[in-house]
């Protein structure tokens, strides 16, 4: 059975920083392009960020660049997300996304004085 499990969300201030966690089973991880999915509230849902199987390749929406950096470690199957620098805007529920339709819960990054 194919699970993601993210972690790391929370209430930070505008400027602050969070580390969210995406740890993947049922799957060969390593074979797989995995992404960071996010919905603001009243909103659609905006792919955040891809990284390729080998963590080679990446890629951001232009309100993130430069503040966000995706990774991925294929030995503990989990992908990263770190965030710099975050606004009011970037508050959402944020998903990790992968193969198969595969979604995990989603975790809250709230960014508010």
């Known amino acids: 059975e194919v699970q993601l499990v993210e972690s790391g969300g929370g209430l930070v201030q505008p400027g602050g920083s969070l580390r969210l966690s995406c740890a993947a089973s049922?799957?060969?991880?390593?074979?797989?392009?995995m992404t960071w999915v996010r919905q603001a509230p009243g909103k659609g849902l905006e792919r955040v960020s891809t990284?390729?199987?080998?963590?080679?390749?990446?890629s951001y929406i232009d309100s993130v660049k430069g503040r966000f950096t995706i990774s991925r470690d294929n030995v503990k199957n989990t992908v990263n997300l770190q965030m710099y620098s975050l606004k009011p805007e970037d508050t959402a529920l944020y998903y990790c996304?992968?193969?198969?339709?595969?979604w995990g819960q989603g975790t809250q990054v709230t960014v508010s004085s």
């Open positions: 996304a992968g193969p198969f339709g595969s």
């Open positions: 049922g799957f060969t991880f390593s074979s797989y392009t």
């Open positions: 990284i390729n199987s080998g963590g080679g390749r990446t």
